[in-house]
């Protein structure tokens, strides 16, 4: 299996700019997580999905984030308009199942952003 | 509220044991996750507690306190390849919680 595959790996924008991130999971796995790890922060939950339906959003920092996952296999991460602040870099992470029992989420190798 | 506390960095000799501690005040407890981050790198996963005791996986070792919060990461016969940043994360109310994370190097 490929694992997690998120694109792009690196992303360079000027603040104001709508930034997209992709995700796409591993086949199987209901349920995709997006995080966002900062120095200062560590590893953030922005927001999950359980068979493409948002669950938990309650990180998500503001109206200027938003993400969607139209299929099982594809989910986005919109940033509009970005700003300096939001530099970080953003993981996905999925897992087939997420209840009452372990299950480890397994990571993509992440979208670093810088926004000037 | 939801706090995770682990130290920011620590250092060890090659072959050496280090032990990595985790504090945490969660509003639920279903588990607590060790991950390792090689810089640049995702997390991946390490061990699982959810009992009270020690969990062994080879050169590693993970223990759990539930009733005093506490867990720790023993990592035995040191490597140069552990130096990395190791993650706690509390399960709470079906969401992964992590601490800031250790930044562990390894020194020949």
């Known amino acids: 299996d490929a694992g997690v595959i998120q694109s792009p790996r690196h992303e360079v924008t000027e603040m104001g700019q709508e930034v997209t991130l992709r995700c796409k999971p591993i086949s199987g796995h209901d349920y995709l997580f997006w995080y966002r790890q900062t120095m200062m922060r560590g590893l953030e939950l922005l927001i999950y999905?359980?068979?493409?339906?948002?669950?938990?959003d309650s990180g998500m920092p503001e109206d200027r984030f938003s993400a969607k996952m139209p299929n099982a296999s594809f989910s986005t991460l919109k940033i509009q308009p970005s700003e300096p602040r939001d530099s970080a870099v953003y993981f996905c992470?999925?897992?087939?199942?997420?209840?009452?029992?372990?299950?480890?989420?397994?990571f993509g190798p992440g979208t670093r952003l810088t926004v000037l | 509220g939801q706090n995770i506390d682990q130290p920011t960095e620590m250092t060890a000799t090659e072959g050496a044991i280090v032990q990595i501690n985790c504090t945490y005040q969660t509003s639920g407890f279903n588990g607590l996750f060790w991950y390792q981050q090689h810089a640049g790198e995702a997390p991946t996963f390490l061990s699982y507690?959810?009992?009270?005791g020690l969990e062994e996986k080879g050169r590693f070792s993970s223990f759990l306190s539930r009733s005093k919060g506490y867990s720790y990461l023993l990592l035995k016969e040191l490597q140069m390849k552990d130096s990395a940043s190791y993650l706690c994360?509390?399960?709470?109310?079906?969401?992964?919680?992590f601490g800031t994370g250790t930044r562990l190097q390894v020194f020949p």
């Open positions: 507690n959810v009992l009270d």
């Open positions: 999905f359980n068979n493409n339906v948002p669950i938990d």
């Open positions: 992470a999925s897992t087939p199942i997420w209840g009452y029992s372990y299950n480890e989420q397994f």
């Open positions: 994360a509390v399960r709470s109310e079906d969401k992964l919680i």
